[in-house]
């Protein structure tokens, strides 16, 4: 994984020079870089695809309602920000 090089490189530095506080500070980063891999890697499907909702059967029971249906039950998917 080319995103653990640079805590690669700051581990080996803070060895070399005997900081055991970057030492710490680099083990807490590793396990926060392993734990958003982990997140990202769970969440992979949901993140990189493309989602079309389909809304005929609201269409359908929208165009059925009365106008007083319509007031109480907003389900007009037209007026929804999708952004």
């Known amino acids: 994984m080319t995103e653990t090089l640079p805590l690669n490189a700051l581990n080996l530095f803070a060895t070399?020079?005997?900081d055991k506080k970057k030492r710490k500070q680099v083990a807490e980063m590793k396990a926060l870089s392993e734990k958003a891999?982990?997140?990202q890697?769970?969440?992979f499907h949901f993140i990189n695809?493309?989602?079309r909702f389909q809304s005929g059967n609201t269409d359908r029971t929208w165009a059925l309602?009365?106008?007083q249906e319509r007031k109480d039950f907003k389900i007009d998917v037209t007026a929804f920000s999708w952004d």
């Open 41 to 43: 890697s769970l969440f």
């Open 37 to 39: 891999f982990n997140m």
């Open 65 to 67: 309602m009365n106008d």
């Open 16 to 18: 070399l020079t005997g």
């Open 49 to 51: 695809s493309t989602w």
